[in-house]
């Protein structure tokens, strides 16, 4: 025999208090409508009694799921775990729930992905897989979803992000390098397709520009991924011989260099110094510890869901773009120019 279920009225009638109190007390939206002493009375009954709420049964009378898809591109690079810990945490507070969905980078899995978690009525969608022109973006808007952007922006402005000032960002690592002595700066960039390949190089190109520096080597490479940090460092050196540092585009990026400067025999820093992008977990390990523009992963993830939450709260809310600030983490992988 199964035993009965504790119900909101039976908090209530053991507090006291109306059921629309205990509702009120153990939603964190409204939580703040009660008096701190009876708040705290219906949460110590509800824990006693051994309440739970039911979410299906809420959904059916608010018509929301308090469930939010979360479209990552990647889940092994380093960088989004961290993202996802400041989301988790923000939606957590305000009683929501994250559903993740890794996309591999692929277009259509990414709409498949979407659509599933539409179809489980999911109250809106942060998505961490955007290209600059994201088909994306449109889905979300065909199924009614409030949809914010994190780490990455589209070209369209139509959806609101949170995203870190690359063009800022590059530009320390290749001040950074000016003020070792460096003047033959190459860039190794990431995929065109992406805001953070693109708005990185032209960060660079402008921080180049900026010191008087002579037309850099450019090699963009087609993925943030350590092979296809190796090709694109290949191909940039191929292009000019005598470059002292490479600006990449992210940390995975600058692990490709590395390999390749090691088969060419070519020493980090004291022949060619490297910097990164992300500042990712372990990049103070690296063999030299990788100098590395850092980004504030975790604040980015809780701005992204709290405009998120606002969305749901009010659907006119205005379309928004955070940029963060980032700051550069100066380690073993550069050295003044010989």
Do not use: W
Not at 148 to 172: E, F, H, P, Q, T
Not at 207 to 213: N, R, S, T, V
Not at 272 to 279: A, E, L, P, Y
């Amino acid at each position: 025999m199964h035993k009965k279920r504790t119900g909101i009225h039976d908090v209530a009638e053991a507090a006291g208090v109306h059921p629309s109190t205990v509702s009120r007390v153990l939603n964190p939206r409204t939580r703040g409508l009660v008096s701190q002493a009876v708040a705290e009375r219906v949460e110590a009954l509800a824990g006693k009694l051994g309440y739970s709420a039911d979410p299906v049964a809420s959904g059916l009378r608010t018509r929301r799921s308090a469930t939010v898809g979360v479209l990552i591109p990647d889940i092994a690079n380093p960088v989004f775990p961290l993202i996802l810990r400041g989301i988790e945490a923000t939606l957590g507070e305000a009683g929501y729930t994250a559903i993740i969905a890794n996309t591999d980078n692929d277009t259509a899995r990414a709409g498949a992905a979407l659509a599933r978690l539409a179809a489980r009525r999911i109250d809106g969608a942060i998505l961490a897989t955007a290209t600059r022109r994201d088909p994306l973006i449109a889905q979300c808007r065909s199924f009614g979803l409030p949809t914010v952007l994190v780490n990455r922006a589209a070209d369209s402005g139509k959806v609101s992000a949170v995203i870190v000032d690359d063009r800022a960002g590059i530009a320390l690592a290749v001040e950074h390098l000016f003020a070792l002595g460096h003047r033959s700066i190459g860039h190794v960039g990431g995929p065109g397709n992406i805001s953070t390949g693109q708005a990185r190089r032209a960060g660079f190109l402008a921080a180049i520009k900026a010191h008087g520096l002579a037309p850099p080597a450019v090699a963009m490479a087609e993925s943030y991924s350590i092979a296809a940090g190796e090709r694109a460092c290949a191909q940039l050196l191929g292009m000019k011989r005598h470059i002292s540092a490479i600006v990449a585009a992210n940390d995975l990026l600058a692990l490709g260099c590395y390999d390749e400067l090691k088969r060419r025999g070519l020493a980090c820093p004291r022949e060619v110094s490297v910097t990164g992008f992300n500042d990712m977990a372990f990049a103070d390990r690296f063999d030299p510890p990788l100098t590395s523009v850092r980004i504030p992963h975790r604040l980015m993830g809780a701005e992204a869901a709290r405009l998120l939450l606002a969305q749901i709260a009010n659907p006119r809310a205005p379309i928004q773009e955070i940029k963060l600030l980032p700051e550069l983490a100066v380690r073993g992988s550069t050295a003044r120019r010989k």
